[in-house]
């Protein structure tokens, strides 16, 4: 039986010296990471680094929580927005303006945490959805900010250093994520996390065990906007130019797409999905340069359906990988992983 | 030889284009470089080498288009970047192609954004939505005798400078707008659009918004038998295709067109896409299109714009020579002096940062009206349009 | 009589969890038999495998419903055999009314008079449910709905009975109606499987009885035996309870049961 | 005022199509609580078969409609079979996701077999002719799915009032065990929703095709019918169609008075004001869990 | 001083009163019992203590102050904790999280030093160990240790009774509810719960007042007993005197001459 040798081994970072030996391992990896690989690479995971500190806010409020959103491009864009804006309308410096601008989203999420008190399942899903179409709406009509034209970034400079390629801003990037998942990963093993999962689990009792709802669901939701700020910050850097229609309801979607196949209710899930699918998406549009395959696939096109819109075979794929996820492991990616180390176990029995 | 994409049997050029998405059907302009590229290649290529044409798909998603761009950039390595949809997925890779100095001709919008600022290695083809706005408006208001002009466009870079054309034009006329009608691009419905411009009373409607969007604005007008007069853009100008999805609603609307079609002397003829007289068209509908395109691919506007805005490319690379770099490619299509293929004539100049005809390429274009079959009934020589530069 | 329910040798898993270990149980028709057993000792468990509602379960081991094997087969064929459930913690449906409720129970039946005079039966049985006819289940308290649940089961006219702790919740004189009415039903034909808890009133009321105890029967008998025994008087039937209670006697037994 | 009046009337037209759509939805939703997100696709497909068996294979308007009326009948009955039901304990959220996955292999089929040319529906009457009643009018392919969609609404309405698979409909959904318990075959039951759901929506689809037809030409009526269902409250039939004519008729006066910009999102606004008001939509009861 | 009051407490739902002019007073330290048939409107009055329904009339007091009209979080922190007929446990927490949770008020980490929890010796580290031991207590105390790691959704339903109350218990509540701790639980489990629910009283020093249908229990424990019935008080007193009392015989317990006729009064119909 495993006694309580010290209190603090439950929710301690590393439980066990492997865990500690894997840590250093991927820090390792992480750091030489942009050596080892092509700038294309490095663009790569720069854009997954974001991704994952999106869903991993993301899995707070939906994972955790339990409240339903398909909103996220629109707290992408405002921080996206104003971190740009901060930074060559007001002079901000970039660490100032994105964290002024994670806490603009944060404000933003918390104004939709209060309509969204009162509303689950589709209700919740269809108000989310609501406000994210109506505020990359409302920036498309915003000449200050660029309108439909979009804005470009401006250049990058932290204490001195410019930061002007993806290699430069790879660091910052994953100093970034790596904080803000240590971060999000503290929150749920602590006071906080539990009382979201008690909303989530059953918010009746969780309010008569003292949990103020309000509170906490609306700090869920900032919270949430608040990772997704950030990381819209972020993304205008590595985009070096926005524009709203980037932030269309597709990207709320794919957000939570990545949250749920990821395996919610987990830091680790949610990494997993948006190192995953954020890679699928960017590669399935390179399905037709597979050897072979994409060799049949063309032949198959030309003899029964057309060949004008045979790229879109990535959408039947991409959909058919969602569907296999959810479907032999409804717990996402994460369920699988915890499934292999079980088998694992006992291997070789 | 030690540029970038470029090796002793091969020139690698680069595109991206939405093949899947809302925007797919300007998916078209990519595979008709790509056909266009393969009958070079089968004619012997350029100076003993072959036109490697690599396109992806962006689905219309900047982000898309920048991951793609570095990757066959990174990796590939590409010598120049050709055409390429949509204002903001080119507006996204602009700084990243133009910080590397590699070339980028013909993107295939008509965006004020290519040649303000102008770029050193950006060289655009298409002519800009401020001339179409221009001429169509100068048209009804002088040809027809137009009094309340009315515009529906689309909320990006293309409705909004077509709107600034069609003020610019009405300004210099002492008119105002009847009526300014904005379309989101994810509006199926029309009606309302449709009711105000019936309240405005408008007698003729400029429409900068899609094939689709014109379709439906046509019918459900049509439905209030509210029948202006309606105006589109070369977007629109696909005759054939806009007679099939509005059922014959667009009979007697003009558009403006940048070629394909050869206006000199034919002004009031009739000419069919199908059948071209345009002799450069004939034979590119003969030889690329009947043997590299695929079998299910129309010969449309699209297409053959994907042709078109590659051309000055492909005639630069041709003129640098066997001994091919970057540098004399641009040193070329700077050379370059009414240079015409299917679309208008073609100018280029040394490049000055303060003067944007140095990139902007064509600068005329004509109207055409649609005739009961399909076919474009000429109305005007090639005019010359004139750029308005940002007001601010 | 013979053998309504004959199960032989079943075994459960929920994924890993090996919940019911190798049990065989028949049911003599026109009976009532009850399981009893501590909590988590598997009872649920084994209702819910015979009706089918464990996917791919049982592991092992045959169930056979009036000389016809039905482990395998879909719950609602099972149901449409003659086999009704009154599941544990109620399941009414929340969003519905109470007579809705009661009318899907009668879902596979097609006899449209009898389903009206087994209304009025259940009416009869439980007069405050009558009162509440329109309202939705779920705010219902938690008495109301056990009565309405085994009420919806009723209304199937079941062949063999499932009974999963029925006088939960119940207030006293419910818990003996409830018992009166099991022994009233049975009596008019319907054969009973019972698992509860009120060890006492299960033996009074049943025929035959079994202990479970972690996925296993530890004990068979006639339940006018079993009420006799010296264990199940102690641990099941609490008659040491009595005494106790105030007294702080905290001292416990270890189970000794072979 | 005639302005007024048209605007209302073309309001209720282009709501009856988000009607119909919504419709789809909620029979979904009452049979197995997913907020369908290929509801949509359900009706393209069958719309874009409709549009090769005229094509194709030279048949008449009336033989493809009803060709695609009976394959969307066998195609949400097979999405239903192949793929929704072999979701093991599924969460609302797990089958929102799998409804996107099979949006994007409908749609990527649909494109994929079709191109994204943009085409027209061929129809028996003509999709540009109306009627006018005192100087409003209509068109007479709005006049017909008005038509249907209060036909469609009514009959349903019926049926699962006073059907007992109606209502057992409402009880699969609700605690599907009791519902197995209860004998009720919730497999099948679920399966014919979906079926029956994919038709409505295509008759929806068939009454746009005839005006504009591309692969996504249903993800906007597919959104708004979605919010008309919420605001209607998601379980309502009645509800559906009413929220539907509300976000069309105030789509349309906002657009005509207010701001044609914004026509767009008006809708979501009007959404979050009246869930603020009523958290579970006008025609639903609210139900308060009782603990 | 008063400790714990319910006045005139009236709870309607539509034309249903499902409590009506519910009056009584708990002095500190007792066992309190509510009794009636089902449906009777006890859960009612605990849902209105709890703040869970707005109640239509009438006070409650505790501590001297009305707690009426306070949202379910300020009764809890006022020191009221209760557990749920039904079993309302946060499934997808193991047992020592549910407990844990009891602690909420106690803790003070919030988003910043939870999320900046850097080892044991940050603030948040060392009060998630010092309320852990807390915690571990309570299960010591109710014999939870096997189950400290299982998620609860699969524990058996007496378990899960129990990790209710050891959650409640967590709280360190003046005034604990129990609705129905004893549901579902046989004779030997029963027993348990009546000892601890005694050691609580006398140990923790915490009042109790409790809904419970199992006589015994009821009359072993509790000092004093309301029975209600149709959301009205039929009886107040003593186990003895309301054991007697006629109506609470006819309505509740049932006699044995109700016995032989089942389809009598008992789940008796509305008076008119
Ligand atoms: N869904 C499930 N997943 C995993 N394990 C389960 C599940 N349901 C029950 N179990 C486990 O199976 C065992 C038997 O449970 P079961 O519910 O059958 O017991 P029971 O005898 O009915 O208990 P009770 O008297 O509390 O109702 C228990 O140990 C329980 O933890
Ligand atoms: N939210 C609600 N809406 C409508 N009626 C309700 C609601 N909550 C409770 N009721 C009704 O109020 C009455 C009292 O219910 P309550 O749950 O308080 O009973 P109870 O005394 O706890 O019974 P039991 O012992 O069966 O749990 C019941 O008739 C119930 O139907
Ligand atoms: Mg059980
Ligand atoms: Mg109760």
């Known amino acids: 039986m495993d006694m309580k040798r010290s209190y603090y081994e439950d929710i301690r970072l590393f439980p066990s010296c492997v865990t500690v030996f894997w840590a250093v391992v991927l820090l390792a990896f992480l750091l030489a990471y942009p050596f080892l690989f092509k700038n294309y690479y490095v663009y790569m995971a720069n854009y997954i680094a974001i991704n994952i500190i999106v869903v991993v806010g993301l899995n707070l409020l939906v994972g955790y929580t339990g409240q339903i959103s398909l909103g996220h491009a629109g707290f992408y864009a405002i921080g996206a927005y104003a971190t740009i804006t901060l930074m060559s309308l007001a002079g901000f410096p970039f660490l100032a303006a994105l964290i002024c601008a994670g806490l603009i989203a944060a404000a933003f999420g918390f104004l939709l945490g209060l309509p969204a008190l009162r509303l689950e399942g589709p209700y919740l899903a269809i108000a989310t959805l609501g406000f994210g179409v109506t505020i990359t709406t409302i920036i498309g009509r915003i000449e200050m900010l660029g309108g439909r034209q979009g804005l470009h970034a401006p250049d990058l400079v932290i204490m001195g250093y410019p930061l002007d390629t993806d290699r430069q801003f790879y660091y910052l990037v994953m100093i970034i994520t790596v904080l803000l998942v240590l971060f999000a990963r503290n929150v749920t093993k602590t006071k906080v996390g539990r009382a979201f999962i008690a909303i989530r689990d059953a918010h009746i009792a969780a309010e008569t065990m003292g949990v103020n709802l309000v509170l906490y669901k609306t700090m869920a939701f900032a919270l949430s906007a608040f990772y997704a700020g950030v990381a819209g910050g972020l993304y205008a850097f590595v985009l070096r130019f926005i524009e709203p229609g980037l932030f269309s309801l597709f990207l709320s979607v794919f957000f939570l797409t990545m949250a749920v196949a990821g395996g919610l209710g987990s830091v680790m899930g949610p990494i997993a999905g948006a190192i995953v699918l954020s890679f699928l998406d960017l590669q399935l549009r390179n399905i037709l340069s597979i050897p072979y395959v994409g060799d049949w696939l063309r032949h198959l096109s030309a003899s029964y359906f057309s060949l004008t819109g045979v790229s879109n075979i990535q959408f039947i794929v991409f959909g058919a990988i969602l569907i296999a996820i959810m479907l032999f492991e409804p717990l996402g990616l994460y369920g699988l992983w915890i499934r292999t180390k079980k088998y694992w176990k006992t291997w070789p029995f | ?392 | ?258 | 005022m005639i302005d007024f009046l048209q605007m209302i009337i073309s309001g209720i037209a282009v709501g009856s199509s988000y009607a119909l759509m919504a419709l789809g939805m909620v029979l979904i939703y009452k049979a197995s609580e997913v907020p369908n997100f290929v509801q949509g696709e359900m009706a393209l497909l069958p719309v874009f078969i409709a549009y090769m068996i005229i094509h194709s294979y030279g048949q008449s308007v009336f033989a493809a409609f009803f060709g695609a009326l009976a394959f969307a009948m066998l195609l949400g009955c097979l999405l239903e079979f192949i793929v929704v039901r072999r979701a093991k304990n599924p969460n609302i959220l797990g089958l929102i996701i799998i409804t996107i996955g099979l949006e994007m292999v409908l749609l990527g089929f649909v494109s994929w077999k079709f191109g994204a040319d943009q085409r027209v529906m061929p129809f028996p009457i003509s999709s540009y002719s109306s009627v006018m009643f005192g100087g409003v009018y209509i068109s007479i392919l709005d006049l017909l799915t008005l038509v249907a969609a209060l036909v469609i609404m009514t009959g349903l309405f019926f049926f699962f009032r006073f059907s007992k698979l109606g209502v057992a409909m409402k009880a699969t959904q609700q605690n599907e065990t009791a519902a197995r318990l209860m004998g009720i075959r919730t497999n099948r039951v679920k399966m014919i929703t979906w079926g029956i759901s994919a038709t409505v929506g295509t008759v929806a689809g068939l009454l746009l095709a005839p005006v504009f037809m591309e692969p996504y030409m249903m993800w906007d009526p597919m959104l708004k019918g979605f919010a008309a269902a919420v605001i209607g409250g998601m379980t309502s039939l009645p509800g559906a169609v009413f929220g539907a004519y509300i976000v069309g008729i105030v789509e349309h006066l906002f657009g005509g008075y207010v701001s044609m910009e914004y026509k767009a999102v008006v809708a979501f606004a009007v959404i979050v004001l009246v869930l603020c008001v009523k958290p579970s939509g006008l025609f639903a009861r609210h139900y308060v869990k009782k603990v | ?272």
């Open chain 3, 1 to 258: 009589m013979g053998a309504m329910l004959e199960i032989k040798n079943i075994e459960t898993y929920y994924d890993l969890i090996y919940a019911i270990r190798g049990v065989s149980l028949t049911v003599a028709e026109g009976n009532i038999t009850a399981i009893l057993g501590n909590n988590g000792a598997g009872k649920t468990t084994i209702l819910r495998t015979v009706m089918g509602l464990i996917e791919d379960q049982p592991d092992k081991g045959t169930i056979g419903f009036m000389g016809r094997r039905i482990d395998g087969l879909d719950t609602e064929k099972i149901v449409r055999l003659g086999i009704s459930l009154v599941p544990e913690g109620r399941e009414v449906f929340e969003e519905l009314s109470v007579r809705e409720n009661l009318m899907m129970g009668a879902y596979t039946r097609r006899d449209k008079n009898g389903v009206i005079r087994d209304l009025e039966r259940v009416f009869a049985y439980f007069p405050i449910l009558a009162d509440r006819v329109g309202q939705w289940a779920g705010t219902l308290s938690g008495g109301e709905q056990q009565m309405l649940a085994i009420g919806r089961a009723l209304m199937s006219r079941p062949k063999l009975l499932f009974l999963d702790e029925p006088s939960l919740g119940l207030s006293p004189i419910l818990v003996k109606e409830i018992f009166e009415i099991i022994k009233k039903i049975n009596q008019e034909g319907v054969t009973i499987l019972l698992v509860e808890q009120n060890a006492k009133k299960a033996l009074e009321v049943s025929d035959d009885a079994l202990i479970l105890e972690n996925g296993r029967f530890v004990m068979k008998g006639k339940s006018r035996d079993l009420i006799e025994d010296e264990n199940v008087k102690e641990f099941y039937m609490g008659v040491r309870s009595r005494e106790s209670a105030k007294g702080y006697q905290r001292w416990k037994r270890k189970k000794v049961w072979r």
């Open chain 5, 1 to 272: 001083m008063t400790f714990f009051a319910v006045r005139h407490l009236t709870m309607a739902f539509g034309g249903l009163k499902a409590a009506d002019a519910v009056s009584f007073e708990i002095t500190k330290g007792e066992i309190y019992a509510i009794i009636g048939p089902n449906g009777a409107g006890k859960t009612t009055v605990f849902n209105c203590i709890n703040g869970i329904y707005p109640p239509t009339e009438g006070s409650i007091i505790f501590k001297d102050r009305n707690i009426r009209g306070l949202s379910p979080d300020r009764v809890a922190k006022a020191g009221i904790a209760r557990t749920f007929q039904n079993i309302e446990l946060f499934s997808n927490m193991n047992t020592m999280e549910n407990i844990m949770l009891g602690r909420h008020l106690f803790m003070k980490t919030g988003l910043f030093r939870g999320g900046l929890m850097w080892g044991k010796k940050s603030f948040a580290g060392k009060e998630e160990i010092e309320n852990r031991r807390r915690v571990e207590e309570i299960i010591d105390l109710l014999e939870l240790q096997t189950y400290r790691n299982k998620f609860v959704g699969a524990l058996p339903y007496g378990i899960q009774k129990k990790i209710e109350l050891g959650r409640a218990l967590a709280a360190e509540p003046e005034l604990l509810l129990l609705d129905e701790p004893c549901a579902g639980m046989n004779a030997e489990e029963k027993q348990d719960v009546v000892f601890w629910i005694k050691d609580i009283q006398d140990m923790l020093g915490i009042t109790i007042l409790l809904i419970e249908h199992d006589m015994h229990m009821v009359m072993d424990i509790s000092d004093r007993i309301l029975a209600l019935n149709f959301g009205r008080p039929i009886a107040e007193g003593s186990p003895a005197e309301v054991s007697a009392h006629p109506e609470v015989l006819a309505a509740y317990l049932g006699t044995e001459e109700a016995g032989d006729a089942p389809a009598s009064a008992g789940a008796g119909r509305r008076p008119a």
């Open chain 2, 1 to 392: 030889n030690a540029e970038v994409g470029v090796t002793d049997t091969e020139i690698h050029i680069g595109q991206w284009s939405p093949q899947t998405g809302p925007a797919a059907p300007w998916g078209a302009v990519a595979r008709g470089t790509d056909a266009y590229f393969k009958w070079i290649n089968a004619n012997g290529g350029i100076h003993g080498r072959k036109l490697i044409h690599h396109y992806f798909d962006d689905a219309y998603n900047p982000a898309k288009t920048i991951a793609g761009v570095k990757q066959l950039q990174e990796q590939t390595g590409m010598f120049a970047w050709a055409s390429g949809v949509g204002t903001a997925c080119g507006l996204a890779v602009k700084d990243y192609l133009m910080e590397n100095r590699i070339p980028w001709v013909g993107p295939s919008s008509g965006s004020r954004h290519w040649v303000d600022p102008p770029q050193k290695y950006l060289f655009n083809v298409y002519p800009l939505y401020l001339g179409d706005a221009q001429l169509l408006t100068e048209y009804a208001i002088t040809e027809m005798g137009k009094k309340k002009i009315a515009v529906v466009y689309q909320e990006d870079d293309y409705g909004k400078q077509g709107l600034e054309g069609a003020r610019y034009m009405l300004k210099k006329h002492d008119m105002e707008l009847a009526e300014a009608v904005p379309v989101a691009i994810t509006d199926t419905d029309m009606r309302p659009h449709a009711m105000r411009l019936r309240q405005a009373e408008a007698d003729t409607v400029l429409l900068f918004v899609t094939p689709g969007h014109v379709a439906r604005v046509l019918g459900t007008a049509k439905a209030m038998k509210y029948e202006p007069q309606w105006m589109s853009t070369t977007t629109c100008g696909d005759f054939p295709l806009m007679i099939a999805i509005t059922k014959g609603l667009y009979e007697g609307v003009i558009t403006a067109s940048f070629g394909m079609m050869d206006p000199t002397g034919n002004v009031g003829e009739v000419e069919n896409i199908n059948n071209p007289k345009h002799e450069l068209m004939a034979k590119y509908k003969k030889e690329v299109f009947e043997q590299f395109a695929a079998e299910d691919e129309r010969w449309g506007y699209t297409f053959t714009a994907g042709i078109g805005f590659v051309e000055p490319l492909v005639e630069a690379i041709r003129r640098a020579g066997r001994d091919l770099t970057r540098e004399k490619v641009v040193a070329e299509l700077e050379k370059m002096e009414n240079f015409q293929g299917i679309m208008g004539r073609i100018n280029y100049g040394p490049f000055d940062p303060q003067d944007p005809h140095c990139r902007i390429g064509q600068q005329e274009i004509f109207l055409q009206q649609c005739t009961a079959d399909g076919a474009s009934k000429i109305l005007t020589e090639w005019e010359t349009t004139k750029f308005i530069p940002k007001s601010e």
